[in-house]
């Protein structure tokens, strides 16, 4: 396999993940023929193949011999080998925030180096969404958003490492994106000017390809969480 096979096999995989997202589709819906498919994606059926393979092996569809593809669960892939428990106190959370300031300051340079066009389409896409959700409702009232944010940034790093361990950390993320909201004292409008801000830093030092800029704009933010539940500093 060719090193230009494998790029358009990754371009391939992240081209049918953003349309299944957006698409929105129920568990055990019929995907479309391979060959339409292809069309779909612009790519070969081999290199499709590629891309579905993967899908496979994260369960976000499932194949049922001589019926075709099927839409399995969607958004991070399932993680059968990891698991981090809840998170039982503040010290907790605290240690939390600080291996994600190191987890994924790594994953957002790796990004900012390897993203395709696509990467970069998923992550503005979901920074969007975010910014949406947040200047909607409360300030902790988008941790989807903010997990798919996150998630987005992981799947750009190109290592499926990252990616496994967040999905191993959705259920804790979610939680403490939850708790900084209820416990910041910050106003509302300054907490989320500030948060939206952090993620358009990341997303803006990954689209210029500035790894340094990426992991500090990464860790930046996750430093911020940090400050914002344990009201340290200005950011509290």
Not at 18 to 33: A, K, S, V
Not at 49 to 74: F, M, P, T
Not at 190 to 205: F, G, K, N, P
Request: proline share 5%.
């Amino acid at each position: 396999m060719t090193l230009r096979t494998r790029s358009l096999g990754a371009q391939a995989y992240a081209r049918l993940s953003e349309w299944l997202r957006e698409e929105g589709f129920q568990r055990g819906t019929r995907l479309p023929p391979e060959e339409q498919l292809a069309l779909q994606v612009g790519v070969s059926r081999p290199v499709l193949r590629q891309a579905l393979a993967q899908l496979r092996d994260e369960g976000k569809i499932y194949a049922l011999k001589g019926s075709g593809n099927y839409v399995g669960d969607q958004g991070l892939p399932p993680v059968h080998s990891l698991s981090f428990g809840l998170l039982e106190s503040i010290p907790d959370i605290r240690s939390f925030l600080e291996y994600r300031c190191l987890i994924e300051g790594e994953a957002a340079a790796l990004a900012a180096m390897r993203r395709e066009p696509a990467d970069v389409a998923a992550i503005r896409k979901a920074c969007v969404k975010l910014e949406k959700a947040l200047q909607a409702g409360s300030s902790h009232s988008a941790p989807e958003e903010d997990v798919a944010f996150h998630a987005a940034v992981a799947q750009a790093s190109g290592n499926r490492f990252f990616v496994l361990t967040m999905a191993a950390l959705v259920e804790q993320m979610r939680f403490s994106i939850r708790l900084i909201g209820e416990l910041s004292p910050r106003p509302h409008s300054t907490r989320v000017a500030d948060i939206v801000q952090e993620h358009r830093l990341v997303e803006t030092a990954i689209v210029q390809g500035d790894p340094q800029k990426a992991r500090a704009a990464m860790t930046a933010h996750l430093q911020h969480g940090i400050a914002r539940l344990f009201k340290e500093g200005s950011k509290a």
